[in-house]
C-alpha cells in the first residue's frame, strides 16, 4: 500500500521539479513534457497499488482508490498539455514568451496534483486559491481583451472562495465544539459530525463558493471570457482540470461532512440551471473557443447533477447512490481528456485560419486536426462510443429515483445535445473560398494530443464495458 | 479564553479605517489606511494572544510582514506606476458612508447573535469587513479599489480564523498569508497589464469583451 503512496509524491514531485527546470526557456518545454510523463507513470503505478486508505506527514496527505484514479485524471491532462508545447511555444504569441510562462503552468499542475492527495480542508482550499491565482497570471498573459477576462476571472472567483473558506471555518468551528480531534482533517470528521443549523449553513457557504470556481450557474460569468481569450494551453488546462476540481474538493468534504435533503435539492437545481445555460451559450456564440468554454458549464453542471444524486441517495437507495458516483468519476476522467484535446485542437486551427469565427474556419480541409477534432466533438456530444454517452445514461437511470428530477434531466441533456451538434455541423461545414492563413506546420504535436487523447477515451469505455472494477470509484 | 473589552478599541477601529478606505479618492492614501488596518488586527491578535491564544503572537508577526508591509508596498508600486486618483465612484461619499455603516451594524449584530461577549463583537467586526469589502468591490469603479475591498475579505477571514478556529496548525495560517500577499501580486500584474493597454484602471471602461458573430 505505502507504494501507492510513495508513487502518487513522485507524481508531485516530479511537477515541481519540472517548474524549477522550466525557469531556464532552453529546458521549459523538455521539463515539462518529462515532469508529465513522470507524473502520468507515477500515477498509473499509484492507482494500480492503492487499496483503501493510506495516509503521510501526520495525516496530511492520503492515498485512496478514488485519489489516485483522480491523481491519474490531473496526469493525463497534464500529459496532453505538455505534448502540446512544442506547438504553441514555437508561435510564441505575445506574451506566452514571458519567462514564468511554463513554469506557471507546471506548478499549476504541481498544486493541483498535491490538492488531490491533501486531507487538510483548509490547505484543500489554499491549494484550490493559488491554482487560480496563478491561472489568472496565465489568462493575462496575452494582454488586451485577455487582461479584462482575467480580472472578471479575478473577482469572481476571488469572492466566491472567500464564501467557501467562511464555510470551512464554521466546520472547523463545529468540530472543535463536538470535541473532534484534528477537526482540520477530513478524515478526523468523517462520520463524526452531526447534522445541524451550522453545518446546513457551512455547507451552503461552501457550495456557494465552489460553484462559482466551477463555472456553474449563476457564478459562471468569468468562465466563457476567460477559456477564450487564455492562451491554448491554457485553456485545456482550465477546461480539462481547474474547474472540474472545486467538484472532486466538493465531493471529498460531502463525504466527510453531514449532508442535509436540502443541499442536494440545491446542487441539483444548480446544475440543471447550468446545463441549460451551458446549451444556451453554445447556441448564441458563433466562437470556436466560447463555444467549448459554454460546453464545459453544461458538463459541470452534469457532474453536480451526478454529485447531488449520490449524496442525495445516501442512505435511501445505495445501490443508485453508488452508480452515481461511479457515473461522476467515468464523466470526470473522459471530459477532462476530450476538453483539454479540444482547445489544444482549436489552437491549432486559430493558427492556420487566423480567427476564432466558426463561420471562418474551413475545419473539414485541415484533415490532420480537422477530422480527430470532429470526433472529439461527437464525444463530448455523447454520441456512442464516448465513454461520456455511458456517464450520461447512467445519470438518467439514476435520476429516474424522482419522476421530476428525470425529466429535468432528459430536458436539460437534450438542450445540451442539440445545441452542440448544431454548432457542431455549422464548425464542420465545408466553406468554399476559405483559406489557411498560415502554412507553417504545427501540425505534429497537436495531431499526437488528439489521436492519444482519442485512444485514451475509447480504451475508457472499452474498458468500462468489459468489467474492469476500481472499488468504490467505478465498475458496474 | 475570556477577552478583555479593551479588545474592542483595536476591533472598532478596524472598520472605521475601512469605511475610510471606501471614501478615499486618493490611492496611494487608501493604500496607506490600509497598512493601517493591519496593523490594528496584529493589535487585536497581540492582545488575544496575551490572554491564552500564545500562537497568535505568530499571525500578529505574519500580518505586520505581509498585510502591513508587503501588500501596501506592492499596492503602492501599482499606484505610482498607473493612477494616483480614483475615478469617480458610483456611490457619492455620504451614501458610500451609510451604506458602510449599514454592513457595519449589520456585520456586529450577525457576530453578538451568533457569539457572545467581545468574542461575538470580533466575529461582528470579521462579517463588518466582509460586507464593506464587498459593497467597495461593487461601487467603486478603481481596479485599486477592488483589490483593497479583497484585502478587507482576507483581513475579516483572517480575524473568523483568530476567533472561531482555535488551534489550527500553523501551516495554514502560513497558506492563507502567502495567498493574501499572491492575490495583491497576481492583481497588480493584471490591473498593471489592463493599465497598458486601456490607459485607465476604470472598470466601467473595460468593455472590449463582446461574442464574436
Known amino acids: 500500500m505505502y507504494h501507492a503512496m510513495y508513487a502518487s509524491m513522485l507524481a508531485v514531485a516530479s511537477a515541481i521539479i519540472a517548474t524549477i527546470a522550466s525557469l531556464s526557456r532552453r529546458l521549459a518545454v523538455a521539463a515539462s513534457l518529462a515532469g508529465a510523463v513522470v507524473s502520468t507513470a507515477s500515477s498509473l503505478v499509484a492507482l494500480l497499488n492503492t487499496d483503501g486508505r493510506v495516509c503521510m506527514l501526520l495525516s496530511e496527505v492520503c492515498i485512496t482508490p478514488l485519489r489516485a484514479y483522480n491523481l491519474l485524471l490531473v496526469s493525463l491532462v497534464y500529459l496532453l498539455v505538455a505534448l502540446s508545447l512544442p506547438a504553441f511555444y514555437r508561435i510564441s504569441v505575445e506574451g506566452e514568451g514571458r519567462r514564468l510562462y511554463i513554469p506557471a503552468i507546471n506548478a499549476t499542475f504541481a498544486l493541483l496534483l498535491l490538492l488531490v492527495l491533501s486531507n487538510n480542508i483548509f490547505m484543500m482550499w489554499v491549494l484550490l486559491e493559488l491554482s487560480t491565482l496563478l491561472t489568472v497570471y496565465l489568462v493575462a498573459i496575452r494582454g488586451g481583451r485577455a487582461s479584462e477576462a482575467a480580472w472578471k476571472y479575478l473577482i469572481i472567483c476571488g469572492v466566491g472562495m472567500a464564501f467557501s473558506l467562511y464555510g470551512l471555518v464554521l466546520i472547523y468551528s463545529v468540530g472543535v465544539a463536538e470535541g473532534i480531534e484534528a477537526p482540520w482533517l477530513l478524515t478526523s470528521l468523517e462520520g463524526r459530525l452531526k447534522e445541524s443549523r451550522l453545518t446546513l449553513l457551512a455547507t451552503l457557504f461552501i457550495i456557494a463558493g465552489f460553484s462559482v470556481k466551477a463555472g456553474l450557474f449563476p457564478g459562471y460569468m468569468w468562465l466563457p471570457d476567460a477559456y477564450a481569450e487564455a492562451p491554448h494551453p491554457v485553456s485545456a488546462l482550465l477546461g480539462g482540470v481547474l474547474t472540474y476540481m472545486p467538484l472532486y474538493s466538493l465531493l471529498l468534504l460531502l463525504q466527510a461532512i453531514p449532508c442535509h435533503a436540502l443541499v442536494s435539492v440545491i446542487v441539483a437545481v444548480l446544475a440543471i440551471l447550468s446545463i441549460l445555460t451551458g446549451a444556451a451559450g453554445m447556441l448564441a456564440t458563433r466562437d470556436a473557443k466560447r463555444l467549448y468554454a459554454y460546453s464545459s458549464i453544461e458538463h459541470m453542471g452534469i457532474l453536480a447533477l451526478l454529485l447531488a444524486c449520490y449524496r442525495g441517495l445516501q442512505g435511501l437507495q445505495e445501490d443508485l447512490a453508488g452508480l452515481a458516483l461511479v457515473a461522476f468519476n467515468l464523466h470526470a476522467l473522459a471530459h477532462a481528456i476530450a476538453k483539454a484535446s479540444v482547445f489544444i485542437g482549436v489552437g491549432g486551427l486559430e493558427y492556420i485560419f487566423r480567427t476564432r469565427s466558426i463561420d471562418e474556419m474551413d475545419v473539414s480541409a485541415e484533415k490532420w486536426i480537422g477530422w480527430p477534432l470532429f470526433a472529439h466533438t461527437l464525444f463530448l456530444a455523447g454520441i456512442p462510443p464516448s465513454p461520456l454517452f455511458i456517464s450520461e445514461l447512467l445519470a438518467i437511470l439514476v435520476a429516474a429515483a424522482d419522476p421530476l428530477l428525470l425529466l429535468a434531466t432528459l430536458v436539460s441533456l437534450f438542450a445540451g445535445f442539440a445545441a452542440l451538434s448544431l454548432q457542431a455541423m455549422r464548425l464542420y461545414a465545408v466553406k468554399r473560398g476559405v483559406r489557411a492563413a498560415c502554412t507553417r506546420d504545427i501540425h505534429a504535436p497537436i495531431k499526437t494530443c488528439l489521436i492519444l487523447s482519442i485512444v485514451v477515451l475509447l480504451a475508457i469505455t472499452v474498458s468500462f464495458l468489459s468489467g474492469v472494477e476500481l472499488k468504490g470509484v467505478w465498475g458496474w | ?213
Not at chain 2, 96 to 102: A, K, R, Y
Open chain 2, 1 to 213: 479564553m475570556t477577552l478583555p473589552e479593551y479588545i474592542a478599541v483595536p476591533a472598532i477601529a478596524m472598520i472605521v479605517t475601512a469605511m475610510l478606505i471606501s471614501d478615499e479618492p486618493r490611492l496611494d492614501r487608501a493604500a496607506k489606511l490600509y497598512s493601517l488596518q493591519s496593523t490594528l488586527l496584529a493589535i487585536v491578535f497581540v492582545l488575544m494572544a496575551l490572554h491564552g491564544d500564545v500562537y497568535l503572537f505568530a499571525w500578529a508577526v505574519s500580518a505586520i510582514i505581509t498585510k502591513t508591509i508587503l501588500v501596501p508596498l506592492i499596492l503602492l508600486r501599482l499606484v505610482k506606476r498607473t493612477e494616483r486618483h480614483e475615478s469617480r465612484p458610483i456611490l457619492g461619499s455620504t451614501a458610500t458612508w451609510l451604506l458602510s455603516g449599514v454592513c457595519a451594524a449589520a456585520g456586529i449584530a450577525l457576530g453578538l447573535s451568533s457569539l457572545r461577549g467581545v468574542e461575538g463583537l470580533l466575529l461582528g467586526v470579521s462579517i463588518s469587513l466582509f460586507l464593506i469589502g464587498l459593497i467597495q468591490m461593487t461601487v467603486r469603479r478603481s481596479l485599486v479599489k477592488q483589490l483593497l475591498g479583497f484585502c478587507h475579505f482576507e483581513n475579516g477571514s483572517h480575524l473568523t480564523l483568530a476567533v472561531m478556529a482555535p488551534g489550527l496548525p500553523e501551516t495554514v495560517e502560513i497558506g492563507i498569508a502567502t495567498d493574501a500577499v499572491l492575490l495583491i501580486l497576481v492583481g497588480s500584474f493584471v490591473a498593471h497589464v489592463i493599465w497598458r493597454f486601456y490607459r485607465t484602471l476604470d472598470y466601467t471602461r473595460l468593455c472590449m469583451l463582446r461574442e464574436e458573430g
